[in-house]
């Protein structure tokens, strides 16, 4: 009988087994540190509670190890081990199938029918921890539950104690009531997974991020580093260019002052041959002298202005070639712009026109069908299925049904403007015909100084950037169906990219209000 006695007061309330590296409440009850931990992780901050006593704790305790009680039950267990089973029955050694909280016995099945039937008779799982069933100061089952203070009461409780006057309901109820939350737990538990699996393809996406970021910076090098190499080879294309015109031209000089050397020594030995003669006194010596080098002296008398004017002459060469050097880099330069196109797969459109018989009556097309602006004036024009007649449009008379293309656009500062795409299949009649107002247009909206909007389908989106400048890039490629815009400030900046399904062909759209302009660049 010690023994049982000594081995109910080494059994967890808990977990119904002797202690488990067991410490000590501040009420003075005993519990397996793995068990109270359990316990008051399923309670919530300032709810925490004795199992026992339900004596509550604003904070969770710190739990200090009771060693004493822990090598007592140490030395107890290996003679005294718990009953694999599960509980006795009290009234014999067969193991229990339910404990009555009020007779405070485990009883078997045999037993079991011939107990009370009685209401105030509860039965329970097999337990033997009656003290945490009873009130501690009232000795009574706890056979309600407080909705006020989150506590199972008794009898006494709710007609004479502390919660006299509480909202209370049976414990059975208020454990039902618990119980649907168990489906907003699985609610959550559904909810979390689907986070986790967000989580788990974004840190793949992070992770496979740095490999195509490589990938890319690796293509883009190699394409700079090609442009390079194609612009030192036409540099040194142009410089050889220049070196042999340089040469030739020498060439040429060196030619032309070897001969007025040999000129200008001819002129030095007549000019020293009529010195003598001047100086000669003998007139029959100066007369024989003249008449046997008369070609000299016809020459001498002619003068200079003949020499002069035929080395003048001579000396104009013809000087570098610039132009020819100019020709040679633009044509270079537009060799390797067409190359680089190539190998991005991006045809760059420089050749965009207005159609001017889609034009609003509000709207002005330049001469160059480049510039679009709006007018206040009614121009009148006639009225057709492809003219706009109630929004200030205009669309580009080029189409785009496949490949990429990139195109860039000057725009005013003041006034209202949309920038985008028109699929050709739309009716440009009637209030859905303003670009973006439809499924089958986008645009670029600038609504206010430099705010800006992206509109498709009558949803507008606004961008938190504020645009800098006042030229635009817009790059479509058709089959992947996307159309992006850039703002062209140093550096680029990416605004908004629409994706869709391009099923017709697509003409460039322009829509301007009050001080708006918008030119197409060549």
């Known amino acids: 009988m010690a023994c049982a006695d000594l081995r109910e007061e080494l059994t967890c309330s808990v977990c119904l087994s002797i202690y488990t590296d067991p410490v000590t409440l501040i009420c003075g009850h005993n519990f397996c540190l793995g068990c109270i931990n359990r316990t008051w992780d399923h309670q919530d901050e300032g709810e925490y509670s004795c199992p026992e006593c339900l004596h509550r704790f604003r904070r969770r305790p710190e739990l200090n190890?009771?060693?004493?009680?822990?090598?007592?039950?140490?030395?107890?267990?290996?003679?005294?081990?718990?009953?694999?089973?599960?509980?006795?029955?009290?009234?014999?050694?067969?193991?229990?199938?339910?404990?009555?909280?009020?007779?405070e016995a485990s009883l078997c099945d045999t037993h079991l029918r011939s107990h009370s039937k009685s209401e105030e008779h509860v039965l329970t799982e097999p337990t033997t921890s009656w003290g945490n069933r009873k009130h501690t100061k009232y000795k009574e089952l706890l056979k309600y539950y407080c909705t006020e203070d989150a506590a199972c009461i008794c009898v006494s409780c709710s007609l004479a104690g502390e919660h006299r006057g509480h909202q209370v309901e049976l414990l059975n109820e208020a454990s039902e009531r618990k119980k649907k939350w168990r489906d907003v737990l699985q609610n959550l538990t559904t909810k979390r997974e689907k986070t986790e699996k967000r989580v788990q393809s974004l840190q793949e996406y992070r992770s496979g991020m740095g490999e195509k970021a490589a990938g890319v910076a690796e293509q883009h090098t190699a394409l700079i580093m090609d442009i390079r190499k194609q612009?030192?080879?036409?540099?040194?294309?142009?410089?050889?260019?220049?070196?042999?015109q340089q040469e030739q031209v020498l060439l040429t000089v060196s030619n032309q002052i070897q001969q007025l050397e040999k000129e200008?020594?001819?002129?030095?030995?007549?000019?020293s041959h009529i010195e003598d003669l001047c100086n000669m006194t003998d007139p029959l010596t100066v007369l024989q002298e003249q008449e046997s080098h008369r070609d000299d002296f016809c020459g001498a008398e002619k003068g200079?202005?003949?020499?002069?004017?035929?080395?003048?002459?001579?000396?104009?060469?013809?000087d570098l070639d610039e132009d020819l050097m100019s020709v040679t880099l633009y044509t270079g330069l537009a060799d390797i712009v067409t190359d680089v196109k190539r190998k991005i797969y991006m045809q760059v459109t420089s050749d965009i026109l207005l159609d001017i018989n889609t034009a609003n009556n509000n709207v002005i097309v330049s001469d160059d069908l480049k510039s679009v602006s709006f007018s206040r004036i009614n121009h009148q024009r006639t009225d057709t299925p492809e003219r706009f007649t109630y929004f200030p449009q205009v669309l580009s008379s080029t189409t785009f049904s496949s490949g990429r293309h990139y195109w860039e656009v000057e725009t005013s500062e003041l006034g209202h403007y949309r920038i985008g795409m028109w699929s050709?299949?739309?009716?440009?009649?009637?209030?859905?015909?303003?670009?973006g107002d439809n499924n089958k247009s986008w645009c670029l909206y600038k609504w206010a100084t430099r705010i800006l909007s992206v509109v498709h389908d009558s949803v507008r989106t606004d961008l938190l950037h504020r645009l800098s400048c006042d030229r635009l890039g817009i790059l479509l490629d058709y089959e992947a169906g996307r159309l992006s815009f850039y703002e062209l400030c140093v550096p680029i900046r990416h605004l908004y990219t629409f994706t869709a399904t391009f099923t017709e062909p697509l003409h460039a759209a322009f829509y301007v209000y009050k001080e708006a302009w918008v030119r197409i660049k060549s």
């Open 304 to 318: 200079d202005n003949e020499v002069t004017q035929r080395g003048d002459t001579q000396v104009t060469v013809q």
């Open 231 to 244: 612009l030192e080879d036409l540099e040194k294309r142009v410089l050889s260019e220049i070196t042999r």
């Open 424 to 435: 050709s299949s739309l009716r440009r009649k009637g209030d859905e015909s303003a670009i």
């Open 65 to 103: 190890r009771n060693l004493r009680l822990r090598n007592i039950a140490e030395t107890f267990q290996p003679t005294e081990p718990v009953d694999k089973t599960g509980i006795l029955c009290t009234n014999c050694t067969q193991p229990a199938a339910k404990s009555c909280l009020l007779c």
């Open 264 to 271: 200008k020594d001819e002129l030095t030995r007549k000019m």
